[in-house]
């Protein structure tokens, strides 16, 4: 798990360091610290955790750094540290999974990470597909939709690949209802870390990458239950 500190305090980056080494996950930690948003964003690391301060050193806010990195990271999980209140709106136009206030209470800091790792966790469980005599293996986190076509499913990955396999779409349906996957269509089961728009008749599926979004139809007998699931993530994640 890769995790950046975006902090020019540089006693709130010790303390933030500290805190992040004291967590027991059973994964593998990587971590790096930058004083400014330009450095982290000059570093091409691919993070898949992020805490940023808002008011930096250098030109670019944390707000902006954020939205650098969404466009880049479809799968990112941001955390910003502040002691300002006034930021928190901004904050949460962005797809930020918490804002947390300074000073850091522990045990807050605690929880909120061990959500993080669990979202981690369920973004790279992954999903095999068969495929003749061998059997693919994919991150649940890079599938963007899959779609039923009479006895067999097809698997959409991000990388704009399609994967064929036999099954039906309503066991699917229960098996990644844990993550975040949501039935829109008798056809279609989508993921919803991709879902940009969520209309009456239709959803809009975008990523990091994709030149236009993906329009898809929603029917009326799945539409309710399906916008349920996506609130749900979206409040949650």
Do not use: W
């Not at 080494?21 to 691919?46: D, P």
């Not at 940023?52 to 990112?76: C, F, H, K, M, R």
């Not at 994967?163 to 229960?174: L, R």
């Amino acid at each position: 798990m890769l995790i950046g500190i975006c902090e020019d305090n540089p006693v709130i980056r010790e303390e933030l360091t500290e805190e992040l080494q004291k967590q027991q996950t059973g994964i593998t930690v990587q971590l790096h610290t930058f004083t400014s948003g330009e450095a982290m964003l000059q570093s091409n690391l691919s993070f898949d955790l992020v805490f940023l301060d808002i008011e930096l050193e250098g030109e670019l806010t944390g707000l902006e750094v954020a939205q650098i990195l969404q466009n880049q990271l479809s799968d990112i999980i941001l955390i910003f540290i502040s002691g300002y209140t006034k930021y928190i709106t901004s904050a949460l136009h962005l797809h930020t999974f918490q804002f947390l206030l300074k000073p850091l209470d522990s045990q807050l800091f605690q929880e909120e990470f061990q959500r993080c790792v669990a979202q981690y966790r369920s973004a790279h469980d992954i999903f095999q597909i068969p495929q003749n005599r061998e059997i693919i293996e994919v991150e649940m986190k890079d599938i963007v939709y899959i779609e039923s076509n009479k006895r067999k499913l097809i698997v959409h990955h991000k990388n704009g690949k399609a994967f064929e396999m036999y099954g039906k779409i309503s066991e699917q349906e229960t098996y990644l209802a844990e993550h975040f996957f949501v039935r829109i269509h008798k056809s279609f089961l989508v993921n919803c870390r991709y879902i940009k728009k969520f209309q009456d008749e239709v959803v809009q599926l975008g990523y990091a990458g994709s030149k236009e979004l993906l329009t898809l139809p929603v029917s009326r007998r799945c539409k309710k239950h399906a916008q349920e699931q996506y609130h749900r993530y979206f409040f949650e994640v």
